[in-house]
């Protein structure tokens, strides 16, 4: 395939398609996101991808405000820690710290709401540039495996998948992003450990930990609100 055949290959795949009509796809990629995120074998499996949103949603505000990413990592506990250089304290430090728990249910909002809209291909393509880029500041060897699956995963469906089938899983994907994001925040609701993120800004700030937990359900409450909303005008 020469270049001009290429460009038009991609262009074609991320160029908008008609809005997404009702029909028993929409229940069906639903049921397989709420599968996903609640059956511990799949769990597991697909953990990674929101542990790797998070860290990004790290990485991305803490590049908005000024500071330098330098690397992540996504341990084999599915636990996980963004580098980013820069001031220790001040707004930008608790903005960054604060990012990485909102991150995966305003990426999955998001997602749902660009499958609808017939955005899906797009969506999965810029999806796809972040994860190739971000390649650049994995940390280990499990983090490079955990974002080339994710790379490879979305590639594949973007490339060979039908318009169906793309805008069927995007809405998966978005929809487990959004659970997934609700079962990581009931995971640190119940935890005490001093190396979490509500732990972390408690100490930079001096506003108590149960009040960044709270902010962050309010933000992920919101965004399933929104992506709700979109699905509710076409479910059944």
Do not use: K, N
Request: aromatic share 8%; hydrophobic share 60%; net charge positive.
């Amino acid at each position: 395939m020469d270049l001009q055949a290429l460009a038009r290959a991609v262009g074609e795949r991320i160029a908008p398609g008609a809005p997404a009509e009702a029909g028993w796809w929409l229940p069906v990629s639903l049921l397989v996101a709420a599968v996903v995120v609640t059956a511990p074998p799949l769990w597991r499996l697909t953990r990674p991808a929101v542990t790797i949103v998070h860290e990004l949603g790290h990485a991305f505000v803490g590049i908005l405000v000024g500071g330098r990413f330098t690397g992540f990592v996504v341990s084999s506990d599915m636990s996980g820690h963004a580098v980013t250089v820069g001031p220790r304290r001040g707004i930008g430090r608790v903005l960054t710290l604060w990012a990485g728990y909102p991150a995966p249910a305003i990426l999955g909002a998001g997602l749902v709401q660009l499958a609808l809209r017939g955005w899906a291909g797009a969506a999965l393509f810029a999806v796809l540039v972040v994860l190739v880029v971000s390649l650049l500041f994995t940390r280990s060897v499990h983090t490079v495996l955990a974002v080339l699956a994710a790379a490879a995963a979305t590639g594949a469906l973007w490339w060979w998948g039908s318009p169906g089938l793309v805008t069927a899983l995007t809405l998966a994907a978005g929809a487990f992003l959004l659970l997934g994001a609700w079962r990581h925040l009931g995971a640190v609701l119940s935890s005490r450990r001093r190396t979490e993120d509500p732990a972390h800004l408690a100490q930079v700030t001096g506003i108590p930990a149960m009040l960044w937990s709270l902010s962050f359900m309010l933000v992920i409450g919101a965004c399933t609100v929104w992506a709700g909303a979109a699905l509710s005008a076409l479910l059944p």
